[in-house]
């Protein structure tokens, strides 16, 4: 008996295998961010907490972000500055307002070295209370109770919390890819978590113990890298129960989007460049869910033009693209950027198509700046 295969017939089957792939990640990882309630401790003592901010020539910054911070509604916590090497007028910024809150400590440090870790390392070493909240001076708490809030889970005792970052809303296309892009990363890493495949936090809302970067020695793995504090660390720190992620819009901190594509490719490569460093297991299955992506759509596309195929092609397809649809859009929804819904299949696409050209045709960056 001869069979009639012919290549169309197997991009059939690979359009149903890339289809299954899509539904695995969809019910394996995004579901669980998509049913993930928050559950803030509460009637609990609010242990001190150190914020620790990096500032290098972030004058401007540091005006227009410090004061909501320093003037957080909570009992007892202390915000470390380090100013590394600045040539603004940065120093004299902290210096004001040093004059107005006692709770704000600045320090010193200088290097010619890229990258944050040692000023990073410098401030957490010098921050006078074991648990730690990290961001940076471009960004800007939700709120008023950011700490009280995002602290809380230290009182039950984990040491990593896995904040949400997302930036301000402003005119133009550029922005708007950004922010989806922001919130494609934002759903991922989330749900990577609480599938206990952890590989990322964002460096502008995490929080830590003192004693958990100390036991891993904190970034001295891979000092060589500029990069890293904010993936490399956490794939190092993490285990499946010291750890939770926070969704309430509350703890959530702000920034702005970059103001040209150039600099936006910059900043993917910098954050691409510690992607070689990643676990076999991360590295795989952030690549896989990209190429299956892919390639459910070039055989969808392929097998409708074709004509044989057509109607059962549909049918499949159309099929996991709704089941992706409601769960990673109710993923969205649960980090309040419900508002990408109504595009989400079409930009994510166009996201993934754009993530891998930039690894794949970028190289490596020049000079591995923060």
């Known amino acids: 008996m001869i069979f009639n295969f012919d ?15 899509q539904l695995f990640y969809s019910f394996f990882f995004f579901l669980r961010l998509a049913l993930h309630k928050n559950k803030e401790a509460t009637n609990l003592k609010k242990a001190p907490v150190s914020v620790v901010i990096c500032a290098k020539n972030e004058e401007l910054n540091l005006i227009h972000n410090l004061p909501f911070i320093l ?27 040093q004059k107005t809150h006692n709770n704000l400590k600045v320090l010193y440090f200088e290097n010619d070295k890229p990258g944050k870790k040692d000023p990073l390392t410098f401030g957490i070493n010098n ?47 550029l922005n708007y890819f ?33 004693t958990l970067f100390a036991s891993v020695n904190g970034f001295e793995s891979h000092k060589e890298i500029a990069s890293g504090d904010d993936d490399l660390f956490i794939q190092q720190a993490i285990n499946k129960s010291n750890f939770q992620i926070q969704t309430d819009s509350d703890t959530y901190c702000y920034s702005n989007t970059c103001l040209s594509l150039k600099s936006w490719i910059s900043q993917k490569k910098r954050h691409q460049s510690t992607s070689s460093k990643y676990k076999v297991i991360n590295k795989a299955l952030l690549g ?55 595009v989400f299949p079409f930009l994510e696409l166009a996201q993934n198509i754009a993530m891998t050209l930039i690894y794949c045709l970028g190289g490596k960056t020049k000079k591995n700046k923060w």
């Open 7 to 21: 290549f169309f017939d197997a991009m059939f089957l690979g359009l149903i295998f890339m289809c299954c792939i």
């Open 71 to 97: 003037n957080q509604n909570y009992p007892d916590f202390e915000i470390v500055v380090v100013n590394h090497g600045s040539t603004d007028q940065t120093a004299k910024v902290l210096s004001d307002y």
């Open 127 to 173: 921050a006078s209370n074991e648990y730690l909240i990290l961001t940076d001076a471009d960004c800007r708490p939700a709120s008023d109770i950011w700490i009280r809030k995002f602290s809380s889970d230290f009182a039950i005792n984990k040491q990593i919390i896995l904040g949400y970052g997302p930036h301000n809303k402003s005119k133009g296309v």
């Open 178 to 210: 950004i922010r989806f892009d922001t919130a494609i990363i934002g759903t991922t890493y989330l749900s990577f978590a609480l599938s206990r495949f952890g590989y990322m936090g964002v460096g502008r809302n995490i929080g830590y113990t003192k």
């Open 288 to 342: 896989i869910y990209s190429c299956s992506l892919i390639l459910m759509w070039f055989s969808f596309v392929s097998l409708f033009v074709e004509g044989e195929h057509r109607e059962l092609s549909l049918e499949i397809f159309c099929f996991v693209l709704a089941v992706k649809w409601g769960i990673q859009g109710s993923a969205m929804r649960k980090i309040k950027e419900g508002h990408f819904i109504w």
